[in-house]
């Protein structure tokens, strides 16, 4: 199983990102994704994940109104779309999978089976 994450980068505050993550190995379809990000020193947290239908998304207060989930079967990838960035996004970004058929989007790290290596998003001026 891979997932590859791409599209972090050097960002001003105020500008936007698009992350993407490609999926091999899984039938993609049949999993939830999610997006979580740790900043250096700090623990693992939840960004934001999408049920395997594309149907049902949560997000983290933190990014609600700024940044959107979204998923193509057809072509194995989550996106991670990043509008108005700011400094305390900087962080490592990774996306996981996990088995999930149902409509409820998980939240929790752990809980989630496959991770990718993650893509640094720095925001700075």
């Known amino acids: 199983v891979q997932l590859q994450a791409s599209g972090g980068g050097l960002e001003q505050p105020g500008g936007s990102l698009r992350l993407s993550c490609a999926a091999s190995?899984?039938?993609?379809?049949?999993?939830?994704m999610g997006w979580f990000r740790q900043a250096p020193g700090k623990e693992r947290e939840f960004v934001a994940a999408i049920s395997y239908s594309g149907g049902n998304t949560n997000y983290a207060d933190s990014v609600k109104g700024r940044f959107t989930i979204s998923r193509a079967n057809a072509k194995n990838t989550v996106y991670l779309q990043m509008n108005s960035l700011k400094p305390e996004d900087t962080a490592v970004y990774y996306c996981a999978a996990k088995w999930n058929l149902g409509t409820v989007v998980d939240i929790t790290v752990r809980n989630y089976t496959f991770w990718g290596h993650g893509t640094l998003v720095t925001v700075s001026s």
């Open positions: 190995g899984i039938t993609f379809s049949r999993y939830g």
